[in-house]
C-alpha cells in the first residue's frame, strides 16, 4: 500500500495477526484522511517507529491493539484525536515508562492498558486526561497510594479498574468524592488501608459495582466501608477476603440497595445471626456468605425477603437447626451449599426444592441431618452436584444416580443393595461417585 490516493474515504482498516516485517505499510497510514478506526490486535510491528504515519492525522479515532508487539516508543508518535486506545496484553519490545506519551492524548475516552507488567506509580499528567470516562489498568505492578494519584482529577470518569496491582487503597475512597459520574469500582488485590480521622462527606458518586476483595492487609483490622452507607444503586458487591473484624452481616446494605443482584462476603470475619433486610429483595439472586462465623439458623423468611434466589452458599459457618421449609417452593434456586455447619433435623422432602426445579447444585456436607434420604432428590432432572457426605442419613438409597455427574454419600448409615444406575449417568460423564463408610450390601 504505497499509494493510497484511492483509499481517501476508508475509515475503519483491520490489520490483525499480521507480522508486518516493513514499515512501509504503516508509514503510509497518515495518507488516510478519513480513517477513525484501526485494528491490529495480536499482530507484531518491528522498527522504533510505528505509527510514525499517524502524527499527523486529523481523523483517527480509536486503537486496537490488544495482543500485539509494539515498540514501547510508539505512544509518541499518535496524533492527539484518539479517543479509544486498547493495549491490552501488549508484548511492548522494552520497557514502557508509565508517563511515555500517555498524556499527550488529551481527548481519550477510554485507555485499556490491562495485563501489561507495567511498573512505577501514576504519573501527574494523567490528570490531564479530562474526558476519560473508561481506564483499566488491572494486572500490572503499579504501586502507590491512589489517594495522592491524580486519578481524583478526573471528573468524566465512570469506569475504574486497578485491581491485581500494589497500590495502596484507603478504605474510605475519600479522594474520589467528587467524582459524580463514577459507577464502577474494581480495586480487587490491592491493599486497603486505614483512612485518615477525617470524616469525609458523602459521596457525589452512585455506584454500580464495588468490589474490593482479597484487600486487606495481616496488620488491618476494620469496619465496613462506610461510604456504602450512602450508596442505593448497588447492584453487585464484593467484599470477600477482608478481615471485618466483629462486624455482623450489614443487612443494611442489601435494605438500601434494591437493585442489588450479586453480594459476595466470604470470609470477611462477619459474626452473629444473619439479619434479614425488612423488605423483600426480589433482584438478589446471589448470596455468599461462607468462611464466616455467622450463627443461628436460616430464617423462615429467606424464601419471602429473597423470592427470585439462584445461589445461596453459606458454607463454613456454625448454623444450626434445619433448612427452612419454604426452600422446597424455591423453583429459582439452583446452587445451594450449607456444608459444614451444625446443622440439624430430620430432612424431609419439602425442605428442598423439588422435581421440576432448577436446583443443579447440593452441598449438605459434614452436618447432622438425620432420617431417610428424600426420594425427590434422586428424581430432580437438573441436579448434577449432590454432597450428603459427613451426615447422619439411614436407610436405602431411594433412587437411581441416572442425572448426576458426581456424587458423595460417604460416612453415614447407610444400608442396604447398592444403588441401581452407578455410572450409568444418560446426561454427563461420570466424574466420581463415594459410597465409603457405610453399610450397604
Not at 36 to 41: N, P, Q
Not at 312 to 324: E, K, V, Y
Not at 343 to 359: A, D, I, K, Q
Request: net charge negative; hydrophobic share 35%; with cysteine.
Amino acid at each position: 500500500m504505497t499509494s493510497t490516493n484511492g483509499l481517501r474515504k476508508l475509515e475503519v482498516l483491520y490489520l490483525d495477526s499480521i507480522d508486518f516485517k516493513e514499515n512501509i505499510l504503516l508509514e503510509s497510514l497518515g495518507g488516510l484522511p478519513s480513517l477513525k478506526t484501526l485494528s491490529a490486535w495480536q499482530s507484531k510491528f518491528e522498527g522504533k517507529h510505528f505509527g510514525k504515519g499517524l502524527c499527523n492525522s486529523t481523523s483517527l479515532e480509536e486503537m486496537y491493539l490488544n495482543g500485539s508487539s509494539l515498540p514501547a516508543s510508539f505512544l509518541g508518535n499518535i496524533g492527539t484525536p484518539l479517543k479509544v486506545l486498547h493495549l491490552t496484553g501488549v508484548d511492548f519490545h522494552d520497557t514502557l515508562h508509565v508517563a511515555q506519551g500517555w498524556c499527550e492524548l488529551k481527548n481519550l475516552e477510554q485507555l485499556h492498558l490491562a495485563h501489561n507488567n507495567l511498573k512505577g506509580v501514576l504519573p501527574p499528567c494523567l490528570g490531564n486526561l479530562s474526558s476519560l470516562r473508561y481506564l483499566d489498568l488491572s494486572d500490572n505492578q503499579f504501586e502507590g497510594n491512589i489517594a495522592f494519584s491524580h486519578l481524583s482529577h478526573l471528573p468524566q470518569l465512570e469506569y475504574l479498574s486497578i485491581s491485581d496491582n500494589y497500590f495502596q487503597v484507603p478504605i474510605s475512597f475519600g479522594s474520589f468524592m467528587n467524582l459524580s459520574n463514577l459507577k464502577f469500582i474494581d480495586c480487587d488485590n490491592n491493599e486497603l488501608v486505614p483512612a485518615s480521622s477525617f470524616q469525609a462527606p458523602p459521596p457525589k458518586f452512585q455506584l454500580s459495582v464495588f468490589s474490593a476483595s482479597s484487600c486487606t492487609s495481616k496488620l488491618l483490622s476494620t469496619e465496613f466501608p462506610n461510604f456504602l452507607r450512602s450508596q442505593y444503586d448497588l447492584v453487585f458487591v464484593d467484599l470477600s477476603h477482608n478481615k471485618f473484624f466483629g462486624e455482623p452481616f450489614p443487612s443494611w446494605l442489601v435494605e438500601n440497595n434494591t437493585n442489588l443482584n450479586r453480594l459476595y462476603l466470604r470470609n470477611t470475619s462477619i459474626i452473629g445471626p444473619l439479619q434479614l433486610p425488612q423488605n423483600p429483595r426480589p433482584n438478589l439472586d446471589t448470596i455468599d456468605l461462607s468462611d464466616n462465623n455467622i450463627h443461628g439458623q436460616v430464617s423462615r423468611n429467606t424464601c419471602l425477603i429473597f423470592p427470585r434466589l439462584k445461589n445461596f452458599i453459606m458454607a463454613n459457618n456454625n448454623l444450626t437447626g434445619c433448612i427452612p421449609p419454604c426452600f422446597g417452593n424455591m423453583s429459582s434456586l439452583a446452587y445451594l451449599d450449607l456444608s459444614n455447619n451444625h446443622m440439624s433435623c430430620e430432612l424431609l422432602e419439602h425442605n428442598l426444592p423439588t422435581v421440576g426445579s432448577s436446583l443443579w447444585y447440593l452441598k449438605l456436607s459434614n452436618n447432622n441431618f438425620t432420617g431417610l434420604l428424600p426420594p425427590s432428590v434422586f428424581n430432580m432432572t437438573e441436579l448434577v452436584y449432590l454432597f450428603l457426605d459427613g451426615n447422619k442419613f439411614v436407610g436405602e438409597v431411594p433412587g437411581t444416580f441416572s442425572s448426576l455427574q458426581l456424587v458423595d454419600i460417604s460416612n453415614n448409615l447407610l444400608s442396604g443393595m447398592l444403588p441401581r444406575g452407578i455410572g450409568n449417568s444418560s446426561i454427563y460423564p461420570v466424574e466420581g461417585i463415594d459410597l465409603s463408610k457405610n453399610h450397604f450390601e
